[in-house]
């Protein structure tokens, strides 16, 4: 059984989050639910509405 990592690293996850990401554009919005290590998981939370910046992809915490 493969063994479960950040999806930012090789970190073991500390919690599945669900996430908005974008690119560009805010308004195109994708949704989808991703594991996530601690210190990263700090980072998307502490980005707020701006989102998390990771390879040209922005990440916010929930679906909203």
Request: proline fraction near 6%.
């Given at each position: ?36 290590c ?27």
């Amino acid at each position: 059984m493969p063994r479960l990592r950040c999806k930012f690293c090789t970190s073991p996850p500390l919690e599945e989050v669900a996430v908005s990401t974008w690119t560009s554009d805010p308004t195109n919005v994708t949704r989808e639910t991703v594991q996530l290590c601690i210190k990263h998981l700090a980072r998307v939370k502490k980005a707020g509405t701006a989102g998390h910046l990771h390879k040209g992809v922005r990440y916010k915490t929930g679906f909203w």
